[in-house]
């Protein structure tokens, strides 16, 4: 919509205000590492991050969240919705395409209110990643390596001020009304350009082939003799699926009062990768070997999901190559899948 300006100096009362009328979550320092966290005072937000144990997705589909509350007498429940306004601050353009993504799984077919309702409550306030987050990192073979939409405002480091771009109309009253900005000079838009131009080459393309055609080489590798091999490494713990942003696979469970007279119905995440997500109730698991699995997490990403929505399942962020504790990484399998089908 537009490009603005928000010196450095003036990012401590930008945050200070939002404080006041938002839940603010952003990246903090945790240990060694970084976290989406609640921010109460500016100098915990780390924008300059590499990235966060869990995606910014948990603040949109919790770990745990309450659907609806019950009562056993007269048989009558109630929805609970999240509906605080909130603002995810500093968030990475992988994730943002992850989120984009979420948006369109719950909003097709059967509605999820409660995602839709916390989404619409929510400002993505984005930030460009100018140097890869680590050696896990693929996005640039994902093409989530920048984002033209999915976020209200979107923040690029220029050295002493930030250029801001406007993605909604609520980006630009939270503009408006929370910090001090002005409209970008000549010499500002080329210095964005010339930051954005620069970024490219830091960045190194890991797969073999064009992302865009990882649905087609799923389709042929159905059978693929990886599978078994990945069976005898994978430790089915479903790290891989938990650290995931476009991961939305859930278990849903009572809790019922000792007097058994009220309840709740809660949602928790859950994984693909588990021996007991597959089985029914009759006793078969129709996914029940490890290879199995592993398929199915890999056909999810690069062929189920763009069938389904359009854009890849995976947005290359790195998170499950990171916690994986046996090494199977998407860049690893999609690259093997690639040479034995062109071999």
Known sequence: ?????????????FVSNLLQAYEVVGPRAKDSQYAFGRITDYDQLRLDYNTTILPPKKYLLPQEEVLFTFQTEGMSAAPVFDTRPRVIFGVHTCDIHALHLLDA????????EHYLERRAATLIVGIECLTPCD???FCKSMGTLSA??????HL??????????????AGEALLARYAANHGAGESEVGLLDKMLSEKWPRFSYR?????????????VSY?????????????????CNLVCPTCYCFDVQDRVSMDRKTGERIRVWDSCQLAEFARVGSGENFRKTRAERQRHRFFRKGKYIPDMHGELGCVGCGRCARACLVDITPVGVWNALHKAHTA
């Not at 919509?1 to 009362?13: F, N, Q, Y």
């Not at 799984?105 to 999820?112: M, P």
């Not at 059978?223 to 790290?239: D, Q, T, Y």
């Open 105 to 112: 799984v719950f909003a097709t077919g059967q509605r999820d």
């Open 223 to 239: 059978k693929n003799p990886i599978w078994k091999e990945l069976e005898g490494r994978c430790l089915a713990c479903g790290s």
């Open 135 to 137: 050696e896990h990192s």
């Open 1 to 13: 919509m537009s490009l603005r300006m928000i010196d450095k100096g003036s990012m401590a009362a």
């Open 148 to 153: 033209s939409e999915g976020f209200d405002l």
């Open 156 to 169: 690029t480091d220029l050295g002493d001020r930030y250029a801001v771009e406007v993605g909604t109309p």
């Open 207 to 219: 797969l073999d082939f064009d992302g865009n055609e990882l649905p087609a080489l799923m389709a």
